[in-house]
């Protein structure tokens, strides 16, 4: 029951950064309607930028460990900004209005940009970060076995809830929200009714590009390198969270993370880690057509 304990703690960790990814990526897709593959790649590129800036802070300008780590992550934001910038004016709103099915091939292109920039940057090398609050916190001790989490594993729970709630809140209040609301639902509509769909539309991408950037930095230091290949994988799998939780609620797109990530870590402590991926896509895939066919049953009748 302690072992079972311990891998609902561990799920805890993954599934409060893929609940983080899923809000962002509900927040941008509400407005943006189509699949954005790029998104990943920002949640990558992010965490590699921390990790090469804090690597080039230790050993070129000799900043001490906490210094270093504060620069990487004012590098990464910094990065994650410019590249949403750059996506909402010079991608999204072209192609939005345009030929909005091309998105998805633009994103995609996006996304290996960023994986071979990293790359470069990093001359194909992999650089790690010291291990940092790594002191476990005893939850529970049974015959010698003691579920912990680590301090650091704590931290990011505590940071991500409290952005997810303070997102929540302030998409349910303000005006802003209100306004993302009337964007997501049908823009033509609010641009009649007063709203600038426009500056709705780069806050909101700009909203989850940060939100990524946040997952990649936090991932970064808890797991010490996030490798060139990742932002694919992540990207794939928060398109199917948040299809399967809701493309235009971020909230329950959160939720869906969180769930998704409680189900990798169980499936890690009792089943063989190689099918891990295999089966929580089939899953996700079931979960689809599932919800595909109820819609379909609910037009018919």
Not at 80 to 102: D, I
Not at 236 to 263: H, Q
Request: proline letters at 3%; hydrophobic letters at 55%; one cysteine or more.
């Amino acid at each position: 029951m302690l072992y079972f304990f311990q891998q609902v703690l561990n799920g805890l960790h993954s599934g409060a950064l893929y609940a983080l990814l899923a809000f962002g990526y509900a927040l941008t897709n509400g407005v943006l309607h189509r699949t954005n593959l790029a998104y990943g790649g920002i949640f990558a590129f992010s965490g590699q930028t921390m990790i090469l800036a804090a690597v080039y802070g230790w050993q070129v300008l000799w900043l001490t460990l906490p210094a270093t780590v504060a620069f990487g992550i004012l590098l990464a934001f910094a990065y994650a900004l410019l590249v949403s910038h750059l996506l909402s004016r010079g991608l999204f709103e072209p192609l939005a209005g345009r030929s909005p099915n091309t998105i998805a091939a633009a994103t995609l292109g996006v996304l290996l940009v960023l994986s071979e920039l990293a790359r470069i940057a990093a001359d194909t090398k992999d650089f790690w970060l010291p291990p940092m609050l790594a002191q476990p916190v005893v939850f529970a001790e049974q015959h010698g076995f003691k579920a912990t989490l680590t301090e650091i594993q704590i931290l990011d729970c505590a940071i991500i809830v409290f952005i997810l709630v303070s997102g929540s809140v302030a998409l349910a209040r303000s005006r802003f929200g209100r306004e993302w609301r009337a964007v997501s639902d049908d823009p033509e509509a609010a641009r009649l009714c007063g709203v600038d769909t426009t500056a709705v539309f780069r806050r909101a991408v700009l909203a989850g590009g940060l939100a990524a950037a946040l997952a990649g930095v936090l991932a970064g230091l808890y797991y010490g390198n996030i490798s060139f290949g990742t932002g694919l994988v992540y990207g794939l799998k928060v398109l199917f969270i948040t299809s399967v939780g809701g493309y235009l609620s971020p909230s329950r797109a959160a939720l869906g993370g969180a769930g998704f990530g409680m189900a990798e870590s169980l499936w890690a402590g009792y089943f063989p880690m190689e099918w891990r991926d295999a089966w929580i896509f089939l899953f996700l895939v079931a979960m689809l057509v599932l919800i595909g066919a109820g819609r379909d049953t609910r037009q018919t009748a």
